[in-house]
């Protein structure tokens, strides 16, 4: 089955640049979709179609795509981007979903 | 503005049934695809069944085929999960979200109805 791995956290200072990567065979050929999750919350979706976003979503995020890597970028860092965050494909040999094993971003 | 809702968890013995709800509002139902997805207390999201939008297809993860049933109800618009032979290991929250089928992403989640396996 299809796998991403994510690092289990990353920290950042305020107004710093955190990076996110989800890492996968040929993730570049697919389509890579970011989730942000805050404690006791549902997921929301933050970047789409590798580095689409969403209304509502501030252009402080944003997502890039190649190789075996996808990434999720958030450029000025604010207390309230602390959340997990979670990159996600469709695998089309097993016909399922995958999530990534999920990041959690601490802001120092 | 797109609203879910999720019913029906709680505790369940091992072995045990349970059916979930998700009532969909602010828009067009029927010409969605739906989804389940879990997390597990602590851990990561796991995609567990999709539908189609007239309920003619089905999928499901491997871990629940044969235990689990997707279904809908466009009338009511209502997504369904009946789970039944439930393990300790389906002990998670449940989401129903709106899905976009499958190189789309899940655009809308509803906010969890927690599901216990305990004796």
């Known amino acids: 089955s299809y796998v991403l791995t994510q690092p289990p956290s990353v920290s950042v200072a305020p107004g710093k640049t955190a990076t996110i990567t989800c890492g996968g065979d040929n993730i570049g050929r697919k389509s890579v979709h970011w989730y942000q999750q805050k404690p006791g919350q549902a997921p929301v979706l933050v970047i789409y179609?590798?580095?689409d976003r969403p209304s509502g979503i501030p252009e402080r995020f944003s997502g890039s795509n190649s190789g075996n890597t996808a990434t999720l970028t958030i450029t000025r860092v604010e207390a309230g981007d602390e959340a997990d965050y979670y990159c996600?494909?469709?695998?089309?040999?097993?016909?399922?979903?995958?999530f990534g094993t999920g990041t959690k971003v601490t802001v120092l | 503005e797109v609203q879910l809702v999720e019913s029906g968890g709680g505790l369940v013995q091992p072995g045990g049934s349970l059916r979930l709800s998700c009532a969909a509002s602010?828009?067009?139902?029927?010409?969605?695809?739906m989804s389940w997805v879990r997390q597990t207390p602590g851990k990561g999201l796991e995609w567990v069944a999709n539908i189609k939008h007239d309920g003619s297809e089905t999928y499901y993860v491997d871990s629940v085929k044969g235990r689990f049933t997707i279904s809908r109800d466009n009338a009511k618009n209502s997504l369904f999960l009946q789970m039944n032979s439930l393990r300790a290991d389906d002990a998670a929250v449940y989401y129903c979200?709106?899905?976009?089928?499958?190189?789309?992403?899940?655009?809308?989640w509803g906010q969890g109805t927690l599901v216990t396996v305990s004796s």
């Open positions: 979200a709106r899905d976009g089928q499958q190189v789309a992403p899940f655009d809308y």
């Open positions: 179609y590798d580095y």
């Open positions: 996600q494909v469709w695998d089309g040999s097993s016909d399922h979903y995958v």
């Open positions: 602010g828009f067009t139902f029927t010409t969605y695809w």
